[in-house]
């Protein structure tokens, strides 16, 4: 019913990293603009100036070929860290799905692809960024990534690959 595809638009990604920042229902008007935020290093770092080398991105599909939910990583400088950050050779993990598209096994189909890729292109290990109360937790822990670091409420995650 979903298919993958890793032809991605960037503005995709940006769409789904907003959907992934806000993961709460927090009510529109509580949200800034998406605009607004993409002048902000702690938002872009995950979208800018995407196509780098080792960016690896799939987006799923519905039967239309319509775009409902993305998950990509990419590797960051010690000196432009993500929330998830580990070590410049772990690539960190974004992920999010439209809010009627979740809980219908998309997240999982999109991440454990995305492991797939990484084992197939020998990386260490990745990471992720995570609020102590979302329930993408238990997906995370489904796939094997283990609580490493905790602070400010958020956790940071990590899936040994080799
Ligand atoms: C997390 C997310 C990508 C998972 O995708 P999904 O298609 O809903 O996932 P699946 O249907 O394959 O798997 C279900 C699991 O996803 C998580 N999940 C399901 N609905 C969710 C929701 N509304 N919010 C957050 N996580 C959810 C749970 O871990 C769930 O496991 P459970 O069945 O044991 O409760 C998606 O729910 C989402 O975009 N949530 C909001 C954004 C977000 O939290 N991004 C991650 C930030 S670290």
């Known amino acids: 019913m979903f298919r993958l595809t890793s032809r ?4 995709f990604l940006w769409a789904m990293l907003y959907e992934a920042v806000f993961w709460r229902d927090l009510g529109e008007e509580e949200r800034p603009p998406l605009a607004e935020l993409r002048e902000q290093r ?7 100036g995407w196509g780098r080398a080792g960016d690896t991105a799939l987006v799923a599909l519905d039967r239309n070929n319509e775009g409902v939910g993305a998950a990509w990583y990419r590797t960051f400088a010690p000196d432009d860290a993500g929330f998830g950050f580990i ?7 974004s992920i999010g799905v439209y809010g009627e598209f979740r809980g219908r096994g998309v997240g999982s189909l999109l991440l454990g692809s995305l492991i797939v890729r990484a084992r197939a292109h020998d990386l260490p290990a990745l990471s992720l960024s995570v609020a102590a109360e979302n ?19 958020s956790i940071t995650m990590r899936l040994d690959l080799q």
């Open 87 to 93: 070590d410049a050779d772990i690539p960190e993990i």
């Open 8 to 11: 991605v638009e960037p503005d």
């Open 42 to 48: 702690w938002f872009a770092r995950y979208v800018d």
């Open 135 to 153: 329930p993408a937790r238990r997906l995370y822990e489904r796939l094997g990534f283990v609580d490493v670091a905790d602070g400010d409420g």
